[in-house]
């Protein structure tokens, strides 16, 4: 089985790496652990205590890995821990993914069936720290093209439970959980769809969720920091885009353990 323990954001600019950075320690308190500089990229790794969000900031969009999930400011890959590696990644290939990195990398790049970007990496790679109380990481979009392709591999490899599966408007959204994390795939009806293309054509992490203890006092730091509130009427989950340009959900706490119930 594997579990959600990473995050990683590619920012476009130096200005707008620094700039999240203290947008997400000042809204969120995602607080700074480390600084790294491997593979054509510098990372600011961040956590709330559990899940480590790396903010990379590539040389060059030339760069090997810069633009495997597209050009540009995107959501670049979550990174899964697993127990047993050798067996994870024969799994990752039976169910239709495609391993990218060297197999003796660390964290093992993988393309999903539905094209997104992820990566194995052994326990204990990002450790728990003290949790934020201003903000968890609870979730993670992805756009998906085939919901039955996408759901089985999540299943097969990584043992993610499904939780509930709702249709509105012909936007299908299934949410699975890893135990810990709420995993949602969204496939849409049509690019043009409401929503759809807020992170780019095709399949994409599409936005990444952050429970806070109040939604109000969230939100005025969210644009006293740089954010945009890309939609502001519902109580439970208020999308925003923060200033590395990539979408971020809002919702109370305990929001995706109440949905599952
Ligand atoms: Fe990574």
Redo the contacts with the bound molecule.
Sequence with gaps: MGRIV?L?IKCASRETYEKSARFYKDVFGIYETKNTYDRGHH?KHMTDGNIDL?L?LYDSEDEKEARLAGPGARI??I?LEVLDRPSMIKKIEDNGGRIFSNRAEG?L?YHSPDGTLG?I?GVGRYIKKDMSPQGRIAHIAMKVNDMEVATRFYENVFDFKQISTKTDGGRVSRHMSDGDTDIALVSYPSEDAPEANLAGEGPCIHHWGVEVPDMAAALVKVRAHGGEVLAGASATAVKIRAPDGNVCEISPNGAYAAAAV
Excluded: Q, T
Aim: no cysteine.
């Design positions: 990473h990683a990372s790396a990379m670049h890959h990174g964290a790049k990566e990496v």
